[in-house]
């Protein structure tokens, strides 16, 4: 009788917790006029929510699975909005992505009945953040035009800085105006780390603004410190480089020219990354692709790479990169490539016997 009362209560709970997540945000499957039909109902007018997601966009997942279900988002969002969802990449998604400019996932619009935008929101929340951002995107004044406005009258970074990542989030140019900001805020304003990471997360390497901010590296170094300074750099061309010498830039509209590539290349060869990581090569590597320079990829190779510790995550991934030049390359090529991992395995091996000789070592030492 005690474990059938322990099974009832089981179930109980199981149908309980159900029932909660059945209270979540209802995402009608529709298209989006029907959705501004819905809206425009005079008898219960509501609005838009549209989730622009991509499959592999781990955030996106996260809210749908995790803070979408949520009595609470049900609760604010299923009486004041028709809420529907479409993958980015597929069908009238393509089409949405593309009349939004929706850039950056997960990306939540909020739509009035006729299919304008009144507001978006970028990025990952738990529903109760997620709320209060629906909230503060309905208020007026946190809109492009009312944000635009505050910057107008008072031009400081005050209003400055929520224009320009306004502006950014919806897939906008914000770069006049964090030049504005930066030629004329104050130090403690315009070195902040906020604003160095949006500043050279959206500015072109080898752009005026861009080398206004570099004219400024010792300052900045000075209030964040060189490491951090240098990977807010770094990060902001690492995933291009990648693409460039994995030759996969095409697939995802990344472009460069080789004086760019160059450009890049030089400019973080001077922040001095460590030799003996994998990632700080992947500009060198971009450069030598870009130019078809397959010789010069695989001295370096040899001459760098090699050197990098096998424990480097990142170390596999340019070794595959390497490997799938061998479709390309000649023969004389292909006798290059098979010596650098001809090398690879002898030094293995060296490691190898170096740990077995330490390993028969200690055995014997516990068996005196």
């Not at 997960?106 to 738990?126: C, D």
Request: proline share 4%; hydrophobic share 40%; aromatic share 12%.
């Amino acid at each position: 009788m005690k474990h059938f009362f322990k099974f009832i209560f089981l179930i109980a709970c199981t149908l309980n917790i159900q029932a909660v997540l059945a209270q979540g945000i209802n995402f009608e499957t529709t298209s989006l006029a029907v959705a501004m039909g819905k809206a425009g109902n005079p008898a219960e007018p509501k609005l838009i929510l549209v989730d622009c997601y991509t499959t592999w966009c781990i955030p996106c997942l996260e809210m749908s699975q995790q803070e979408f279900p949520k009595k609470v988002a049900g609760d604010y969002f299923n009486p004041r909005f028709v809420s529907i969802k479409f993958d980015m990449e597929k069908g009238e998604g393509k089409e949405i992505g593309k009349k939004y400019n929706v850039t950056t996932y997960p990306t939540f619009l909020i739509l009035n009945a006729q299919g304008q935008e009144i507001n978006r929101i970028v990025g990952k929340a738990s529903a109760e953040e997620f709320i209060e951002k629906a909230k503060s995107a309905l208020d007026p004044k946190n809109s492009l035009a009312g944000l635009k406005a505050a910057y107008e009258e008072s031009k400081n970074m005050q209003t400055g800085f929520p224009y320009a990542l306004a502006l950014y989030q919806s897939s906008k140019d914000p770069s006049p105006v964090l030049e504005e900001l930066f030629d004329n805020a104050q130090d403690f304003e315009r070195f902040s780390k906020a604003y160095l990471e949006l500043a050279f997360g959206i500015t072109k390497f080898g752009s005026p603004f861009f080398r206004k901010l570099m004219l400024e590296k010792a300052n900045i170094d000075a209030a964040w410190g060189t490491e951090v300074t240098n990977r807010i750099i770094f990060d902001k061309i690492r995933k291009d480089m990648y693409q460039i010498a994995n030759e996969t830039a095409a697939k995802y509209n990344i472009v460069y020219t080789p004086k760019e590539v160059e450009e890049i290349a030089y400019t973080v060869s001077l922040l001095k990354l460590p030799k003996d990581k994998a990632e700080s090569h992947m500009c060198r590597l971009a450069l030598y692709v870009i130019n078809q320079d397959l010789d010069g990829l695989i001295a370096y190779y040899k001459r760098h790479i090699a050197l990098i510790p096998n424990t480097d995550v990142f170390k596999d991934m340019l070794d595959g990169m390497l490997m799938q030049k061998m479709a390309k390359a000649n023969e004389k090529q292909k006798i290059a490539i098979k010596e650098y991992f001809t090398g690879l395995v002898k030094v293995h091996d060296r490691e190898a016997q170096r740990y077995r000789s330490l390993t028969e070592a200690l055995n014997r030492t516990a068996v005196k």
